[in-house]
C-alpha cells in the first residue's frame, strides 16, 4: 500500500468562511500570509480582515466561484493585497448552510530555471490541455489550452494544488492518482466528467498522467494532459440508454406499468421529470386516433421525478385532464412531432396562465426546459411523454430530442401491444363471463358454489363449469377445459358448455355424453385446420350425474383431473375414476364409475390451474386441497375463498382456474311413491285414486287433479305401447310435483299434433299443456317418461 504523500499545508493560505461570513478554519497558510494565528481569528467575522478606507471594493460572491484581488489587514498593522480564490461548497452533510473555501498561493511567484526539468516540458507544442505539477504537486506550468479550460491564468494560479484550483470533489480524486504517479513512477490515465472553469456545461475529460523526470532519473512533478472526449462519451451514453430502454420498457403487457417504465427510464438520464399521458381510446370510438385536434383529454398514465419520492404534482396519476392549445400536451399532439420550448421565455405563459396550480409548481421547482414527444405506433397516436429539466442547467439539445424520440417510440410499440393484448382480453374475459352460468341454480339435489379466475398473465382460457337440472330431481355437474388462452378458446368453451347442456337434456349416461362430445371437439378441430390438416381444439371433460332419491352418483371424465369428495364428519379422498382420454382424440372409449353419497358429502370439481405450479407437483397440489377441504365449513362460498387463498399465489394463478364445489342433500322416502301398474287398462281407474290419495296425505290437493289427468294419459300410453313391467312413481319437494311412469320399451314417445277429425293424438299434447315440462329419458332397462307439476303456481 503506498503511503499517503505529505504536503506542504503552508504553501497555500486557505480559510473557509459560512454564509454569515464567519471564519471556520485557518490553515498554518493564512497565519504565514497575515500573520493572525487560528486561535485568534477562527470563530470571528472574517470582515474583520479587511481593509475597509481602501479604494477596493469586495462585493458578496455570486455562483459557484470567485476571484479577485482584496486588501488585508496584516497583524502587525499593515496593509496586504492579495488575490484570491474562493469555491462554493454545500455542507458536508447535506441539507445545512454551506461555506467558501478562500485561497491564494505563497509560493506562485518564486524563480523558475530554464535548466528546470518542469520548464523543459513542452507546453506550448501541446496539442490539448497540459499542466506540470511540482514534486509537492503544486501548480508549475500550464499552456494556454489548460489556462482556457480552468478559466485562469497561469501567474494567478501558480502554486495551487488541483483541488485548489477547480474546487470540486473530482479535483480531489485527480489528485490522489497524481501522488500514485508521483510515488510509483508509472502513468495512470483516468475518465471523469466535470464542468471546467469557465464551462456552462459539464464535459467528459480522458486525463492522462504521466511522472517528469530529471536527468538522474529521479521523479520531480506530475505531467498531467486532459483530452476532452465529451461527445464520444455522449453518444455512447445515448447508445446505451436506448439499449437499456429496449430491456427495460415492456417487461409486461401491462399499459399502465409500460408507461411508468417509460418515465422511469428518462429519469434522471435525460430529464429531471417525466409524466406520460395516454388517450382514452373510448373518446374516440374505441381506438385511438391517427391525428388529433386540440383540446384534448389525456389521462394520466405514470410520471418520475429526480427528487426524493414523487413530489406533489398537479395531475395524479389515473386522474384525466382537458389539455388546451398552446400547452406542450396538445401542441406536440397537434402538429404530430416533437416540441421543445422555455418555461418562463413567454412560449408557454398562456397555458400556465390558464393552469395557475401548475404555473406555481414550475415557479417553485425552477423549472426551464420542456420538450413533449408524441407516443405514437402503427399509425395512431397514443398519448404524449413530456420531459421537464430543473435541477439539470442545460437545454434539451437536438441530440436529446433525438434520444427521446427513439425510446418513446421504442415504449409506443409496447404500450400499443399492451393496449392490444389489454383488449383482447377484455373481449375474451367479457365473452367467458357472458358463457358462464350467472348464478347457479338452486335444485333440491345439491347446494353449489364456484369460482373462476382468469390467469394473471395468459390471460382468460377455455376453464368452465355448470350445474344442469335434470328429471327426476336429479342434477348433472360439468367442469371442463378448453386447450389455449384467448377469445377462441373462449369460443370453443362456449360451444362444448351448449353442447354438454343438450346433452344432458337428453338425459345421455355420462360415458355416453363424453362419446358425443369427443366426435364434436373432433369436427371443431377439423374446422378449425387449414389446408387439408386439422386444427388444435382439445378439451378435458368431467360429467358427474347425482340422483338425491336413491343418493347414487355415477361419474365419468376425458383426461380431467379426478374429484374430491368430503363425507359428513370425515377426511378428504380422491375418487378414483377411469381417466378416459382427453376430447378430441376420436374413436376411444369413456367409462364411467358409480358411487353411493351419504347425503351432506361435498363434492370438489376443479380445473388442473388450481393444483398446477411452478412451485410445486400435482402431488403437493392435491395434498394442499385436501388440506383446504379439511377445515370445511358450511359455507361453500367461504370455503371456496380457502382454497383460492391456500393454493393460488399472490400474484394470481399462471394458468386459469375453474373451482365448483356441491353439497349432497337426500330426499326422504316420505316424498317418494312406487306403484307397479298391472299391463290392464281397465285398472287405471284404480290408479287415479291412488294418486289422489297419495297427494291428499302430502298435502297437495291443489295439484290433484292435474296430477290425476297426467297420470292417466302416461299410464295408458304405457300400457298400449309399453312393455312389462310398468311402473309409476310420484316425487315432490316444496315446489315441484313429479310423476314418472317407466316401462322396458325403447320406444320413444313422439308429441303430436291431432287433425280436428281425429279421434286420438291428444294426450301428450294435453300432458305439455298441464305441466312445466316433460320428457323422456332411456335407461339400462327401458325409458321413463316423465312430467312436472309445479305447486307454486297452483296455489
Given at each position: ?332 399532439l397537434t402538429a404530430g412531432r416533437t416540441i421543445v420550448g422555455a418555461l418562463g421565455s413567454g ?111 395468459a390471460g382468460v382460457g377455455g376453464d368452465w363449469f355448470d350445474v344442469i337440472p335434470l328429471s ?324
Amino acid at each position: 500500500m503506498s503511503p499517503v504523500y505529505p504536503f506542504d499545508d503552508a504553501a497555500t493560505a486557505r480559510a473557509a468562511i459560512d454564509d454569515s461570513g464567519t471564519l471556520l478554519e485557518w490553515n498554518a497558510g493564512a497565519e504565514r500570509l497575515l500573520g493572525w494565528s487560528a486561535a485568534e481569528v477562527v470563530g470571528r467575522p472574517a470582515g474583520c480582515l479587511l481593509v475597509r478606507d481602501t479604494p477596493d471594493t469586495v462585493l458578496p460572491p455570486v455562483g459557484p466561484r470567485w476571484h479577485g484581488i482584496v486588501t488585508l489587514r496584516h497583524r502587525d498593522g499593515r496593509a496586504v493585497r492579495v488575490w484570491l480564490l474562493a469555491h462554493r461548497r454545500g455542507s458536508p452533510h447535506g441539507g445545512g448552510p454551506g461555506r467558501w473555501l478562500v485561497y491564494t498561493p505563497l509560493e506562485g511567484d518564486r524563480p523558475v530555471s530554464p535548466d528546470d526539468p518542469l520548464s523543459r516540458a513542452a507546453l506550448a507544442q501541446a496539442p490539448c490541455a497540459v499542466a506540470v505539477y511540482d514534486d509537492r504537486l503544486r501548480l508549475y506550468r500550464i499552456n494556454d489550452a489548460m489556462a482556457d479550460v480552468i478559466g485562469l491564468p497561469e501567474e494567478r494560479i501558480r502554486g495551487l494544488r488541483m483541488p485548489e484550483i477547480g474546487g470540486k470533489v473530482q479535483n480531489e480524486e485527480l489528485e490522489r492518482h497524481m501522488v500514485g504517479v508521483l510515488t510509483t513512477g508509472r502513468p495512470q490515465e483516468v475518465r471523469t466528467y466535470l464542468r471546467a472553469g469557465g464551462e456552462d456545461r459539464a464535459h467528459a475529460w480522458l486525463i492522462r498522467m504521466a511522472p517528469v523526470m530529471d536527468p538522474d532519473g529521479r521523479v520531480r512533478g506530475v505531467c498531467a494532459a486532459a483530452h476532452d472526449f465529451t461527445e464520444n462519451y455522449r453518444s455512447r451514453q445515448r447508445l446505451q440508454l436506448v439499449n437499456e430502454a429496449s430491456v427495460r420498457i415492456g417487461t409486461t403487457l401491462d399499459v399502465a406499468r409500460t408507461a411508468q417504465e417509460l418515465a422511469d427510464m428518462c429519469v434522471p438520464a435525460l430529464t429531471d421529470f417525466a409524466t406520460v399521458d395516454l388517450i382514452d381510446p373510448q373518446d374516440y370510438g374505441g381506438e385511438p386516433p391517427a391525428r388529433i385536434t386540440a383540446p384534448v383529454s389525456l389521462r394520466r398514465a405514470a410520471h418520475q421525478s429526480v427528487l426524493e419520492g414523487i413530489p406533489e404534482v398537479v395531475t395524479q396519476v389515473g386522474h384525466v385532464e382537458l389539455y388546451p392549445a398552446s400547452s406542450p400536451q396538445a401542441d406536440s399532439l397537434t402538429a404530430g412531432r416533437t416540441i421543445v420550448g422555455a418555461l418562463g421565455s413567454g412560449e408557454l405563459d398562456h397555458w400556465l396562465a390558464w393552469n395557475l396550480p401548475r404555473r406555481e409548481r414550475v415557479r417553485e421547482l425552477g423549472m426551464h426546459s420542456v420538450m413533449s414527444v408524441p407516443i405514437r405506433a402503427r399509425g395512431l397516436t397514443l398519448g404524449v411523454a413530456v420531459l421537464t429539466r430543473h435541477r439539470n442547467p442545460e437545454p434539451f439539445t437536438a441530440d436529446d430530442v433525438l434520444l427521446a424520440e427513439e425510446i418513446t417510440a421504442r415504449a409506443a410499440v409496447c404500450i400499443d401491444n399492451a393496449r392490444r393484448f389489454s383488449r383482447e382480453r377484455e373481449t375474451a374475459l367479457a365473452l367467458q363471463r357472458s358463457l358462464l352460468p350467472r348464478s347457479l341454480p338452486r335444485t333440491p339435489a345439491v347446494d353449489a358454489a364456484s369460482r373462476y379466475l382468469p390467469a394473471a398473465r395468459a390471460g382468460v382460457g377455455g376453464d368452465w363449469f355448470d350445474v344442469i337440472p335434470l328429471s327426476g330431481m336429479r342434477v348433472a355437474m360439468v367442469v371442463g377445459d378448453v386447450i389455449g388462452h384467448g377469445v377462441q378458446a373462449s369460443a370453443t368453451m362456449g360451444r362444448l358448455r351448449t353442447a354438454v347442456r343438450t346433452l344432458a337434456d337428453i338425459d345421455l349416461a355420462p360415458e355416453e355424453l363424453l362419446t358425443h362430445l369427443d366426435d364434436l371437439v373432433v369436427r371443431l378441430s377439423a374446422d378449425t385446420g387449414g389446408e387439408g390438416r386439422p386444427g388444435e381444439v382439445g378439451a378435458t371433460c368431467l360429467y358427474a350425474v347425482y340422483d338425491p332419491v336413491s343418493r347414487h352418483c355415477t361419474m365419468a371424465r376425458a383426461g380431467h383431473p379426478s374429484p374430491l369428495v368430503v363425507p359428513p364428519g370425515g377426511e378428504p379422498r380422491q375418487i378414483h375414476l377411469p381417466a378416459g382420454p382427453p376430447l378430441g382424440l376420436g374413436g376411444l372409449p369413456f367409462e364411467s364409475a358409480d358411487l353411493d353419497l351419504s347425503e351432506g358429502s361435498v363434492l370438489s370439481f376443479y380445473t388442473d390451474g388450481l393444483i398446477e405450479s411452478r412451485d410445486w407437483d400435482g402431488d403437493a397440489g392435491h395434498r394442499l386441497l385436501r388440506e383446504a377441504l379439511a377445515t370445511y365449513t358450511d359455507s361453500l362460498d367461504e370455503t371456496c375463498d380457502r382454497i383460492l387463498h391456500a393454493l393460488l399465489p399472490a400474484g394470481g394463478a399462471a394458468d386459469d382456474v375453474a373451482l365448483l364445489l356441491a353439497r349432497t342433500r337426500g330426499l326422504p322416502p316420505s316424498q317418494v311413491s312406487t306403484w307397479d301398474i298391472p299391463a290392464d287398462p281397465a285398472l287405471v281407474a284404480p290408479v287415479r285414486k291412488q294418486v289422489v290419495e297419495q297427494l291428499d296425505t302430502w298435502g297437495l290437493q291443489d295439484a290433484a287433479f292435474t296430477a290425476e289427468l297426467v297420470v292417466s294419459e302416461l299410464v295408458t300410453n304405457a300400457i298400449r305401447y309399453g312393455a312389462r313391467p310398468i311402473r309409476l312413481r310420484l316425487i315432490h319437494d316444496a315446489t315441484t310435483l313429479i310423476c314418472e311412469v317407466s316401462d322396458t320399451s325403447h320406444t320413444a314417445p313422439h308429441l303430436r299434433r291431432a287433425k280436428t277429425w281425429d279421434e286420438g293424438g291428444r294426450g301428450l299434447l294435453l300432458v305439455a299443456q298441464l305441466t312445466q315440462r316433460w320428457g323422456s329419458r332411456h335407461t339400462a332397462d327401458g325409458k321413463t317418461i316423465w312430467a312436472e307439476i309445479g305447486l307454486l303456481e297452483e296455489e
